[in-house]
């Protein structure tokens, strides 16, 4: 029985350790067939990018060693000679950002250098090449020996494609993949702007500008837009999940899962699929598509829990979920209570800047990167608009796992167990004691400032209330009555208390004070008839709490 390719991305290391392979070589025919100059595919992480673009290194490149081999037992041998002649028939440059990843842009710079610098001694033949000439060669020897100027690296694809054109007599084949890594890091680290000038002018000097092309293939996760980076390509083909080319090839469809799990023996179909499935790709053929990361891992490890989640890159889903408006945490709790963000325009091209500026922004970020999936497509003359929920258990854990790990690092060491016990008590006196101690000790003034107290408050007790969800539903923003309460907290067990809260920030404007803005927020309660949701389940029992606060000063009083 065949291993799994846990952490393999290498098709030559798959072949060489007989390790299981999901067959995914027509990727190769739709890159030959696709007429596009420039192709970008964009994808989740994890989702076998880096596997395809070894696939494409492997068939593609001209060298001594005949790899026609690897590929005779797959479904790309049998589509005939046609595309066999591409086999071996082309030079090709390959690199991957996938790893340029440290939090100081010149740390990454010299990782790109490196990784560059490991390309160029890959056709150490050229050297040699009496058909390149000896200013190239030159050139080409300060890059290898990593002794070039900083622009060298700028337009060393360019380089090299011109040199292997010389040499080959046959343009050269461009791959780049996990493009986009360098400025997801930036945006994390705060160093976007040396980091978006490099991109601009190694982006353009290695596809737009380079004449030595033959045809470029790039992936990521998003398509990074407004900055330029693809400005003016007007040969570029961008397939984003959203797109029907290439859906099939990156994760693994129903029918490789249901063979996958055949082949090793495992009856849990059902369970797998709540899991790792899920994912919607295509537009107007929308293909379900498994998360590969997570089957393999599965399989290997024997134990349904998550994978895919748990891998690096959620730094900034986590933050957005935390210290976005309060619509976007409204929402994350729609999406952790297993419903929809609703009717939600999506923009294919991420603006980095713009992505806490906008729920468009956030809600497009999370669906291209894999945390959301389109239920329904509405396509408008004006866009694509989809109705987004959580694609799997998984991903649910994971927004569950934001409000209480965030809960958990902002409390440090309140004390959550009590308070809890308080407020599902009814002891509002004690849970108002420990909830303002929490509040003085561990809030800072940039956590509950002006522009964002709200929200923050509000985050603060979905991520307690995440302790309870067993016991308890726990919904938000939702009708009742005569209006939309902030927290009710339903008890499963009728005989138990529920609970509404209502926040109030104080208005500096109209000269609130914390007791006023208290009564306000007690008296709306009452005014517009929040209980009336509890008392039509059958819950009589009902706790009906106001909290004010201006800024760490808290107030909290019951009806």
Not at 262 to 276: F, L, N, P, S
Not at 323 to 330: V, Y
Not at 371 to 389: A, F, I, N, T
Request: glycine share 6%; net charge neutral.
């Amino acid at each position: 029985m065949k291993r799994q390719p846990v952490g393999v991305d290498d098709f030559e290391n798959i072949i060489e350790q007989d390790l299981y392979f999901v067959d995914k070589t027509l990727f190769i025919k739709e890159i030959i067939d696709d007429s596009s100059k420039i192709i970008l595919i964009a994808r989740p992480r994890r989702f076998g990018k880096t596997l395809n673009m070894s696939l494409l290194n492997y068939y593609f490149e001209k060298s001594k060693k005949d790899n026609s081999y690897m590929f005779k037992e797959y479904k790309i041998w049998a589509q005939g000679e046609e595309y066999r002649k591409e086999q071996g028939k082309y030079p090709v440059i390959t690199l991957t950002f996938k790893d340029v990843k440290t939090s100081k842009w010149s740390l990454n710079f010299a990782l790109i250098k490196n990784i560059i610098q490991v390309e160029f001694n890959r056709h150490l033949y050229l050297m040699d090449s009496k058909e390149v000439t000896l200013a190239d060669r030159e050139l080409f020897k300060k890059i290898a020996l990593d002794k070039a100027q900083d622009e060298h690296y700028i337009k060393s694809v360019e380089i090299l494609s011109r040199m292997l054109y010389e040499h080959h007599k046959q343009r050269p084949y461009v791959l780049l993949d996990e493009y986009d890594t360098i400025l997801n890091e930036a945006y994390i680290h705060a160093h976007w702007q040396e980091a978006i000038e490099f991109m601009k002018a190694f982006m353009n000097a290695s596809f737009k500008n380079n004449p030595n092309l033959y045809k470029g293939v790039l992936t990521g996760i998003f398509r990074v837009a407004k900055e330029s980076i693809f400005s003016d390509m007007n040969n570029l083909n961008v397939c984003t999940i959203l797109s029907d080319n290439y859906s099939e090839y990156f994760g693994f469809t129903q029918n490789e899962v249901k063979e996958l799990l055949k082949y090793y023996g495992i009856q849990e179909g059902d369970k797998v699929r709540d899991w790792y499935n899920g994912y919607l790709f295509g537009e107007k053929n929308q293909r379900v598509i498994y998360n590969p990361w997570s089957i393999v891992m599965y399989i290997h490890k024997g134990t349904l829990k998550p994978y895919w989640i748990n891998t690096s890159g959620n730094a900034i889903i986590k933050e957005l979920a935390t210290t976005g408006d309060r619509s976007i945490q409204f929402n994350i709790q729609n999406i952790i209570e297993g419903g929809t963000v609703d009717n939600v325009k999506i923009d294919e091209n991420i603006v980095y800047s713009e992505i806490k500026k906008s729920d468009k922004s956030i809600w497009s970020f999370m669906l291209m990167s894999g945390y959301l999936k389109p239920v329904k497509l509405y396509l408008r003359e004006e866009g694509v608009y989809c109705d987004l929920k959580a694609p799997n258990k998984e991903v649910y854990y994971f927004f569950r796992n934001i409000l209480e790990n965030w809960f958990d690092e902002t409390i440090k060491g309140g004390s959550v167990d009590e308070m809890l016990k308080a407020l599902l008590t009814g002891d509002v006196r004690t849970f108002y004691k420990i909830f303002a101690t929490t509040v003085e000790r561990t809030f800072s003034y940039h956590d509950v400032g002006e522009d964002k107290a709200e929200s923050f408050y509000h985050a603060f007790v979905l991520g307690m209330l995440v302790y309870i969800d067993k016991e308890y539903d726990i919904k938000s923003n939702r009708e009742s009555g005569y209006g939309r309460y902030d927290v009710m907290i339903i008890p499963k067990d009728k005989r138990k208390k529920g609970i509404i809260i209502e926040f109030k920030k104080v208005d500096k404007y109209e000269n609130e004070t914390l007791e006023t803005a208290l009564n306000a927020a007690l008296k709306q309660i009452e005014d517009k008839k929040y209980d009336e949701e509890l008392k039509g389940l059958g819950i009589n029992d009902i706790v009906k709490i106001g909290i004010a606060f201006k800024g760490k000063e808290v107030k909290v009083e019951t009806v």
